[in-house]
């Protein structure tokens, strides 16, 4: 390997690396802000945690990578031609595409890899988050009590401590609500004193009170006419009930199997194909009788549609026939065959409409299992994308740092993100075929991506503003010398008066300062 692609790609691993966990970092702690409130409370272990932040983390990969590599290669480009090294390399007669010779094949192994990335890896991790959120969701908080309010964390239960000591956890004025009981009958215990907490193994309650009273009102079918109460006192009350869902448990992950997201690509493919069968059989089983059974259905006095009507809803023939046939009928059917043709219609309509329900739901996983099919191909091709529009960039604009580098990528990205959440949405609606939907943001941004590079190749000045000026000089001067004498004399007029005013405001600037 020549020195000078040594220096190129030693310049390019260091922020590529150190982009990619900052993006990563940033876009986890939008995950944690967002499932901050199923986290917090319920006493899980930390390895739960971060077991569950791994998993995220794999799957922020395919979101993550390509604005790593827009980033990376601008501010890379960019350091190289801040500092001249950009320039040196083209004086020796290197293009930039011989410059970006060992980056083509770094994108191009790191394109290659994010395929099993997304195809492999992140349904695995999606299966592995799915259960253990669904894990986290089912466990109840931990038994914390705070002085003065009530605990519900315990299905039917409600506790009320008065003040509890952090250091010896003994608690004080107690009250307790329990309606556990089936039949209705609620129970409500006073005590002085006590302690409460959860066995070992999460499964009990061990409840031990001093110096109390137990009111037990019980209830029967008759109870707003016929209910008793019972009471007594204790100098002290043991109890163990059994608790659920204190307990991290862990769920079967195979029953996230079934999601589009946890499939690879040739899962999906199976899945597409079985989707594509139902979905083709619900429609055939929601249109096919209600053409033969409503739509076409022999009338019952024997008014029936024309045998020239062809049953074909890409054709108007239907239409125009059954009109046409109308005036033919006898005046006294007219009615008949109207109420007949509403109520029909009407029926046709509750039917579609139930059919249509139980059908949308495979249409629906069709639209996503396709989706994320095209999904799978799509990272590592914006990859590429996204290196070929900062490549250049970057050796236009000359600027290297985080600053113009950030604003240009964030720019790119955004855009790229609304385009690409645009056309999911329609491909998950129907109204866009999924192969449009998902490579809709390829389709616009490949021109760009090559414009660029053309532009980059031939020492365009396509982002510098004083190249920008002159043109705009130069034009407007070329304007002026067409128009009449009499309009020059007074655009001249008008400049000088504004320089005038220009060097007063600068004087005074100047006095200003001296003073």
């Known amino acids: 390997m020549k020195k000078i692609h040594q220096l190129v790609l030693k310049s390019y691993l260091g922020p590529l690396v150190l982009t990619f966990f900052i993006i990563i970092f940033i876009l986890m702690m939008n995950f944690v802000w967002r499932y901050i409130d199923e986290l917090v409370g319920k006493g899980l272990d930390p390895l739960v945690i971060l077991e569950l932040i791994m998993y995220a983390t794999i799957n ?14 601008i501010m890379t480009m960019g350091n190289l031609g801040e500092n001249y090294e950009l320039l040196a390399m083209k004086s020796a007669g290197m293009s930039l595409m011989q410059i970006m010779k060992p980056l083509f094949w770094v994108i191009g192994i790191i394109s290659f890899g994010s395929f099993f990335i997304v195809n492999d890896l992140v349904p695995w991790a999606n299966k592995k988050m799915f259960a253990t959120l669904y894990d986290i969701k089912q466990q109840n908080e931990a038994l914390e009590f705070q002085d003065g309010l009530f605990f519900n964390g315990i299905d039917d239960m409600s506790i009320r401590v008065e003040k509890q000591d952090p250091k010896t956890k003994l608690l004080t004025g107690v009250l307790i609500y329990d309606n556990r009981s089936h039949s209705g009958d609620m129970t409500t215990t006073i005590a002085d004193s006590g302690y409460i907490r959860l066995s070992d193994d999460k499964r009990y309650l061990l409840v031990t009170l001093f110096n109390g009273e137990t009111y037990e009102q019980t209830r029967n079918h008759h109870w707003y006419t016929k209910s008793s109460l019972r009471h007594h006192k204790f100098e002290r009350q043991d109890g163990k009930i059994p608790m659920s869902g204190f307990d991290f448990q862990r769920s079967d992950e195979n029953m996230f199997g079934n999601n589009s997201q946890t499939m690879d690509i040739s899962d999906l493919q199976h899945s597409i194909d079985s989707l594509d069968m139902l979905v083709n059989n619900l429609t055939a089983t929601a249109y096919n009788p209600l053409l033969r059974d409503q739509i076409f259905a022999q009338d019952p006095d024997g008014v029936a549609p024309p045998d020239s009507v062809e049953i074909d809803r890409s054709q108007k023939s239907f239409r125009a026939d059954l009109l046409d046939s109308i005036p033919k009928l006898k005046t006294r059917l007219k009615d008949k065959v109207y ?34 099919w095209h999904r799978k191909l799509t990272l590592p091709i914006s990859i590429l994308i996204f290196f070929l529009i900062g490549a250049p960039l970057g050796a236009i604009i000359r600027k290297g740092g985080l600053g113009m580098p950030i604003v240009i990528s964030v720019i790119f990205f955004v855009i790229y993100y609304i385009i690409s959440i645009s056309g999911e949405k329609y491909a998950k609606e129907g109204t866009w075929s999924s192969l449009l ?13 090559i414009y660029l590079s053309h532009k980059a190749n031939n020492d365009s000045a396509l982002l510098d503003i004083d190249w920008y000026i002159g043109r705009y000089k130069h034009y407007r001067e070329k304007l002026i010398a067409k128009l009449p004498e009499k309009w020059q004399q007074k655009l001249a007029e008008r400049e000088e008066r504004q320089a005038e005013k220009r060097n007063a405001r600068r004087a005074k600037r100047v006095a200003k300062t001296n003073k």
């Open 60 to 73: 922020m990969i395919p979101m993550g990578l390509p604005l790593a590599i827009l980033l990376a290669t």
């Open 339 to 372: 109420e007949n043709a509403l109520r029909t219609a009407r029926n046709s309509r509750n039917m579609f409409s139930f059919d249509e329900s139980t059908s949308k739901e495979a249409l629906n996983q069709l639209y996503r299992s396709k989706n994320e």
């Open 437 to 449: 939907g998902m490579w809709i943001s390829a389709i616009i941004l490949t021109p760009l991506a």
